[in-house]
């Protein structure tokens, strides 16, 4: 008789692996003793017993169905499934050769053996042993699904990493006590998120960011930076290095957030950032993007307005608009693009592109104390939400008049100035066409062209270039 063997591991396992082995030797070694041929071998690895859509496993069960075999092989019930009674029913419906789903005879009926014992051939008493093994397997699983349960909550209590993936800006590393596994920074993401943060305070869009961090490539893990996964890392409060356990963060008696990870963003910064990617009540319209380097800030001498970019021929030029649009401009006048973006970027580089780099950062003293307060009373809020009692009421009042009393104090902003340990030069390679037209946006006062006889063509003297006095300037 033709035998149908079946194999399944929770966890994958490579072809070396004991148990996987293990578990096909003894189904090879009952078909010797009851005198079955083996014809198909179908191995599920890493896939549960309370997954029915296994690829292997209706491959098992459809060589019954279509006559493939006469005898259904399994290494035990479990292996089978750990649903229970649901697909215990579908499998004996398949034993005796019936549809599922009306009842009648469907195909030839087929033998159902394991390594412990169970065959169909044993009449009533298969069906009993069947039904209750299946069931036994499913509340395993369930127990198996609490224990693993709390064993997390206990890990992550005591600020050993549970398990998974760790989230963006973190590693897995071993515990420095050498029991278990932790979460360290991932320098390089983490580094990621803090230029994404600082660019967020600093007016960018979150479009704008994942624009920046795709085109300097700063790799996601998966696919390209969407507004999507930016907004979900920079919202979690997985990056202050707290342990979330069922979706919340865990907290002690007080409030406060237990945090045995390192934070890639201190509080009160994560805090703005959330702030600043608040939804507005009223969305102002931005325009479009700036698509040329020096749009929105080259203008015409003539009568001051800014220029705009168009195309003839395939030729892109700035022109004044003044006049379309109903306004006064004695001299019109336009420049080919590529000409004079060409010259205003070796004149920049020439003047700056020596000069360090430096981002702006700004420090408010007490705001992490306030921030600390601000997240533990919207914690207790929440808390009183769903359990209204004395002590969170009473934490609350306390919570209040600390920040009350935090507030009152005198406090001071103070912006500094961080090295990056790149030059202007560095940075305007690495960035967009976007992010260089920052860099000259903060570097110029004044972009003007005059007008010429000679059409679009550019020439230095045509240009007017005066660069602003701040951080750029080599003279200052």
Known sequence: MRASLYVRLSKAAGDTNTSRAGMIAEL????????????????????SGAVRDRPEFKSWVDDAREGRCDVLAAHHVDRMTREGLNVAAMILDVV????????RPAHRPVRLIDTKGLDSNDGDSFRFQFV???EIARAERARIADRNRAKDKRLRQAGRFAGGTASYGYKVVPAPDGTGKTLALDEAEAEV????????????????????????????????????????????????????????????????????????????TALAVRAALAPKETREYQG??????????????????????????????????TRTSGKLCERPTSVRAEAVEAYVTETYL????????????????????????????????AELGTAATPEAFARLQQLQGERAEAERAPQQTRVELVPTGRSLADEWHSRDVEGRRELLASAVAVLAIRPSGRGVGFTPDRLTLIWAEGDHDPDV
């Open 96 to 103: 005796e050769g019936k549809d599922s789903t009306t009842g």
């Open 132 to 134: 209750i093994k299946a």
């Open 28 to 47: 090879r070694d009952l078909c010797v003793r009851r005198g079955l041929t083996e014809v198909a071998l179908h191995v599920d690895d890493g896939l």
């Open 350 to 381: 020439g003047d700056f592109g020596h000069v360090p780099m430096y981002r702006e950062r700004t420090i408010v003293s007490g705001a992490a104390a306030l921030a600390e307060l601000d997240d533990r009373i919207a914690a207790t809020l």
């Open 288 to 321: 479009r993007h700036p698509v040329r380097l020096l749009s929105t800030l080259i203008t015409c001498d003539s009568c001051g307005e800014r220029m705009h970019i168009f195309r003839r021929n395939g030729v892109a030029a700035y022109r004044c608009v």
């Open 193 to 268: 998120i803090r230029e994404a943060a600082q660019m967020i305070l600093a007016g960018h869009t979150s479009g704008r960011v994942c624009r920046w961090l795709n085109t300097n490539g700063h790799p996601a893990r998966k696919t390209a930076w969407t507004r999507t996964s930016l907004l979900q890392i920079l919202r979690n409060d997985a990056i202050l290095g707290a342990v979330i356990s069922g979706g919340k963060v865990i907290r002690d008696a007080e409030g406060r957030m237990f945090t045995p990870y390192p934070a890639v963003l201190d509080l009160p």
